[in-house]
């Protein structure tokens, strides 16, 4: 099986980050095998870019499951286990019960929320692969995961765009 | 009102991570000022641990004095940060950029420091811990669910906990930038802290999607966490003034109305000691100032409604209690100040754009906000308590002791030493929300006129 | 890099101004089909009935607790065509530019607020004094209420005189909103309609300094609804509410109250633009992004009307001092427990449950049906608020002036009479908007054409973005 390479091309302008974006899709690289990385957020699309579905809006959902869950059995539990009657209210005192439910309910989704947000952001992946220090100063980098075969047509189509760098790793 | 500077993002790393690459003149000093004055406290806490509640002021009927009252007020500081962070990301509102992560901030250090009043108030804060978690039911010590003190615990930890990692994941971006500008250990640290963010449109987009969704859940815990802390006072009929359904919005809204008004505070010292003249500018106070002027007339609503619904039940007790905290020395004199400093001095100040617009002006009207929205604790919780019983055997009323003052002055050294520790190793404002309004933002022409303009996605 | 060299002007497609003046101003939709002429007789039939409904209740009348349903009918309006116009003026003081084309719908309210002022003085006969218990308890005996020693028919008299200036100042804030349109029914009309644009339009003519006048006088007009509404809550709620049942101490009531005025509102002008786009041909001026707007502001709000209510409730149970629990048993668990745990699943559980999801709320079905249920539901609330309050008479007077209701009333159940007092009330106030749309266009064109001169499809790279100016 031929090595997966990362080579990145640093441009200075997001035009010509979006016209090697333009290249590699003519010189039909898959969609999903190539990125591109700023310090910026641009707007979604701005170059073309390919980005697919994400899921985390399932996990709020799950988190809040979680949290109730464990609100019910804490309430129930230690009202049910020592069950003295205080200022007249009922032992398992569902309106009380109810702010201690909600607030780990919510505290539940917003953990999930927080491990969702970097799960799906492919995180942690302490090894940047092809990278350059420049892309948080303006820089516009273009990346490409490919084989062996067709890494120097890469290069070439990075190049054609107006790279002032390529790296490979 | 739009003050655009249109800046790149070499000049907006260098400028924002001044703090963080090198080490301002005056930070050193600063912080070593506030560690004594924290360290001080600390062993303030010490001695009562050692001695009792007794070196304190508390006494019957008092028990809840200043340190309530700073735990509340601590809270409602705390809401600052929901407040300008979440709504305003929402809303959309350009003007916010500066402003969240410092308010973000804020919250984090101010709940922080609020729970230590409740800890200590306890005399002997490690047998909390069998209060609080299910363990151990033949001491007699169990969790009360049915308790707004056993709810306060749940609601702060759930706000800390969100507010924490809300911070931390905005944060991400701007790891990405210090791992990138340092090295040796500190770039080791930050590319772990950062856990290898490399800007790919899939990042951004979660990190977008990420500040909607949390806004959207931070912002109900928000509403939920000062109500809950009300209804510490609010269900119970046994004092007089307390037992009022309104305090629920009225503490958070009072809450919000202090917590801006420290942001503003806090804004205005960014801006002077770092001097980023360029990222935080006037119009940023104007807009804070218009909410606030919105917010604090709420307040005062909810201030009168709280107020006539006092008298409202004709019932003597209570309006001796309402005469004694308005017309009775020295709680009249208290009352006084608080309305003074809490609405009818800044707010006015605040209809005039001269003043919206001058910094120190803004500076010191936040602050005086703040000293009558402390005042306003003290004057809900003290007065009642001090005619809960009518027959007592002490005739003194409340004397806040000088430890507990010793505390007071803790607690803000205490939040502004994190906040200058904070600043050393992570940047006060988001660089990535700062560039986003680069691209973001620009200018259109309609006529002969020259307007800024937004850029929004399509659907 | 500045954004500037990075964007580059895309198609437009939307409605041209010729084409919105045309249609809007002149011909098409304020032209009323015969389906619409055929729904405002109907109205005008129940409307009529209302006013049967309202004479034979003088006629066939017990007491107080007789005139419950027809406070809560009041309420319930006051509730939904006071708060309407809410929506047109905060989010234009945020300076949002979607809520341009819904503006015109929600500012319609306000014309209701009038009629139901008038409709108020049938109630005032039958709204007890201060000192409605002096002949048998003696002249210093009076109702707690929040007027404390002002004379005995100082509610009466305040509540007229609020809701009247609510109403003024409502009408006149709808009036000056749509001065530009009248100008242009003036330019582009026809008949009766251009004679009326002409009277009205007052010469206006678009001067910059009438824009400027304008501007200022719908700030002004805005700000003061917004503070008149708040007042009107707070009175209407507390007089015909909480100070008719001894020991009812509520100080969040009237927040409750305006909060649930915010929510009716939103949900009124969410069907006010369904049936704009449904049956007014205004499809291509509002669309899914107003709803979604909307729809978040309406979701809001329905989580504020279980924060209130709760806020209120878990004092009370808590307390549980004599008057706490009384409380509790008149409004939640007592006469009207259906009731209440209909409208906590109608107000709150199921929009809750429509409007979590992204694409419902995203789309132009999903809002109008959680706003009708709403509507519904807050009908209810009213009921169960006002009916109970209004019967809420003690039958020993002796305890009326106490702090705790020790008669619980029974449930009272609507007569015919209240029913027809039910459907023909609020069918008055929807004919005097619909009346009114006869002349007035359903969306503000002004609104419409400064959003397209501020606003403008581009391409930003390779992404089709919209540019939006922020005038200041």
Redesign the interface.
């Given at each position: 099986m031929a090595a997966s390479n990362s080579v990145l091309g640093l441009y200075d302008t997001p035009n010509a980050g979006a016209d090697a974006m333009d290249g590699l899709k003519s010189a039909g690289f898959e969609l999903g095998t190539f990125d591109v990385l700023t310090g910026t957020p641009y707007p979604e699309g701005a170059f073309g870019e390919y980005v697919p579905q994400h899921r985390l809006f399932r996990f709020p959902f799950f988190g809040a499951m979680v949290g109730i869950t464990l609100a019910i059995l804490f309430t129930a539990g230690t009202q049910l286990a020592y069950p003295v009657i205080t200022g007249g209210k009922p032992i398992l005192a569902v309106f009380a019960m109810l702010i201690i439910a909600y607030e780990l309910t919510m505290l539940g989704a917003v953990v999930a929320t927080v491990v969702g947000i970097i799960f799906e952001s492919r995180l942690p992946n302490l090894n940047l692969g092809a990278y350059d220090t420049r892309i948080t100063e303006g820089y516009i980098g273009v990346v490409v995961e490919c084989e062996d075969d067709r890494l120097e047509e890469a290069r070439g189509v990075l190049q054609t765009a107006g790279a002032l760098e390529i790296k490979t790793a | 009102?739009?003050q655009r500077r249109?800046l790149?993002?070499?000049t907006v790393?260098h400028e924002l991570l001044r703090g963080n690459l090198a080490t301002p003149k005056w930070w050193l000093p600063t912080v070593l000022g506030l560690l004594v004055v924290v360290l001080f406290g600390f062993t303030l806490m010490g001695i009562m641990f050692n001695r009792g509640l007794g070196v304190t002021g508390l006494s019957r009927p008092v028990y809840w004095g200043l340190f309530i009252t700073t735990f509340v007020f601590w809270v409602g500081i705390s809401h600052a940060g929901i407040m300008i962070s979440a709504i305003l990301r929402?809303?959309q509102a350009?003007w916010r950029r500066p402003v969240t992560r410092a308010a973000e901030l804020l919250t984090v250090f101010s709940l922080l420091t609020a729970l230590f009043f409740p800890l200590i108030h306890a005399g002997r804060p490690w047998r909390i811990f069998y209060w609080i978690t299910?363990y151990d039911?033949a001491r007699g010590i169990?969790?009360?669910?049915?308790?707004?003190l056993?709810?306060d615990p749940?609601?702060i930890?759930?706000y800390l906990?969100?507010s924490t990692?809300?911070l931390?994941?905005a944060l991400?971006p701007d790891l990405?930038?210090l791992r990138?500008?340092t090295t040796g250990w500190k770039r080791a640290f930050y590319?772990?802290a950062s856990?290898?963010?490399?800007?790919?449109?899939?990042?951004?987009?979660?990190?977008?999607?990420?500040g909607i969704?949390?806004s959207a859940?931070?912002l109900?815990?928000f509403?939920?966490v000062h109500?809950?802390v009300s209804?510490d006072f609010?269900?119970?009929?046994a004092v007089e003034g307390w037992?009022?359904?309104?305090?629920?919005?009225y503490f958070v809204v009072g809450a919000v109305h202090s917590g801006v008004s420290a942001v503003v505070t806090m804004m205005a010292l960014m801006r002077w000691l770092w001097g980023w003249d360029n990222y935080i500018r006037p119009e940023h106070f104007d807009a804070l100032a218009r909410l606030l002027i919105v917010v604090a007339c709420a307040w005062l609503?909810?201030t009168f409604?709280?107020l006539?619904?006092g008298?409202?039940?004709?019932?003597a007790p209570e309006r001796a209690l309402r005469e004694m905290q308005m017309f009775e020395w020295p709680w009249n004199l208290l009352f006084i100040i608080f309305f003074l400093t809490g609405f009818a001095i800044p707010v006015p100040l605040w209809f005039f754009k001269r003043v919206r617009n001058n910094i120190a002006m803004m500076f010191w009207t936040s602050i005086l906000v703040n000293i009558g929205m402390w005042l306003e604790r003290f004057l809900i919780i003290v007065p009642g308590l001090s005619r809960k019983q009518p027959f007592v055997f002490t005739w003194d009323s409340y004397q806040v002791s000088p430890l507990e003052w010793g505390l007071l002055l803790w607690s803000f050294a205490w939040v502004m030493m994190l906040m200058l520790l904070f600043s050393k190793f992570f940047p006060l404002i988001p660089l990535?929300e700062t560039?986003?309004s680069?691209?973001?933002?620009?200018?259109?022409q309609?006529g002969r006129v020259t307007?800024?303009?937004?850029?929004?996605?399509?659907? | 890099m500045a954004t500037t060299s990075l964007i580059t002007d895309a198609p437009d497609h939307r409605p041209s101004n010729i084409e919105s003046t045309a249609l809007l101003a002149g011909e098409g939709r304020t032209a009323a089909g015969t389906g619409l002429k055929r729904f405002m007789w109907l109205l005008a039939a129940l409307s009529v009935i209302g006013f049967v409904g309202i004479v034979f209740r003088f006629i066939n009348d017990d007491g107080r607790q007789d005139w419950g349903f027809y406070a809560a009918t009041l309420a319930w309006m006051l509730t939904i065509f006071g708060g309407a116009p809410m929506v047109a003026i905060a989010p234009a003081l945020a300076k949002a530019d979607w809520v341009r084309p819904v503006a015109r719908i929600a500012s319609l309210g306000a014309i209701v607020t009038a009629i139901i002022a008038l409709l108020m003085i049938p109630l005032l006969f039958k709204f007890p004094a201060l000192t409605q218990f002096s002949e048998v308890l003696g002249d210093d005996v009076r109702r707690r209420s929040i007027w404390f020693d002002s004379p005995s028919y100082a509610p009466h008299f305040w509540n007229v005189l609020i809701l009247l200036t609510l109403a003024l100042v409502g009408m006149a804030m709808a009036y000056v909103m749509a001065i530009p349109d009248f100008a242009a029914i003036r330019d582009h009309g026809t008949g009766w309609k251009q004679r009326w644009g002409k009277k009205l339009a007052r010469g206006f003519y678009g001067r910059q300094q009438q824009w400027e006048w304008l501007k200022m006088r719908i700030g002004i007009t805005g700000a003061l609804y917004f503070a008149m509404l708040l007042y009107t809550n707070f009175t209407f709620s507390l007089d015909f509410a909480v100070s008719l049942v001894p020991g009812w101490k509520d100080s969040l009531f009237p927040f409750y109250h305006t909060i649930t005025t915010f929510q009716a509102g939103i949900a009124f002008t969410i069907i006010g633009v369904w049936a704009a786009r449904r049956w007014g041909g205004m499809n291509k001026y509002v669309g899914h992004e107003q709803m979604w707007s909307l729809g978040k502001f309406m979701l809001a709000t329905t989580l504020l009307w279980f924060y209130f209510f709760y806020s209120s409730f878990i004092v009370f149970w808590y307390g549980r001092s004599d008057s706490d629990s009384a409380t509790i048993k008149l409004l939640v668990s007592g006469p009207y427990i259906y009731l209440f745990w209909t409208v906590f699943f109608l107000v709150f559980i199921i929009p809750w449950w429509i409007m979590i999801w992204n694409k419902v709320r995203d789309s132009v079905w999903g809002p109008p049906i959680a706003a009708f249920i709403i509507l519904f539901g807050l009908f209810l609330d009213r009921i169960r608020i006002y009916v109970s309050s209004w019967s809420a008479v003690p039958d020993d007077l002796e305890l009326a002036t106490t702090s705790i209701l020790q008669d619980m009333p029974d449930t009272m159940w609507p007569d015919v009479f209240d029913v027809f007092i039910m459907v023909g009330l609020p069918a008055l106030g929807l004919l005097s908007i619909l009346l009114v749309t006869r002349l007035v266009p359903l969306v503000s064109l002004w609104e419409i054409q400064q959003s397209r001169l501020i606003t403008k499809p581009v391409r930003f790279l390779r992404s089709h973005v919209q540019l939006v100016g922020k005038p200041d």
């Open positions: - | 009102m739009q249109i790149d993002e070499f790393n929402l809303t350009e299910p039911f169990f969790p009360n669910a049915r308790s707004p056993v709810w749940f609601a930890g759930t906990t969100g990692l809300f931390y994941v991400l990405g930038v990138d500008r590319t772990v856990l290898g963010w490399r800007g790919n449109p899939r990042q951004w987009r979660l990190q977008t999607v990420a969704l949390l859940l931070m109900p815990i509403v939920s109500s809950i209804w609010a269900v119970t009929p037992h009022s359904t309104v305090f629920a919005p609503a909810l409604a709280e006539i619904f008298v409202y039940s004709l019932e990535f560039k986003e680069q691209v973001f933002t620009t200018d259109v309609i307007m800024p303009a937004v850029i929004r996605e399509l659907d | -």
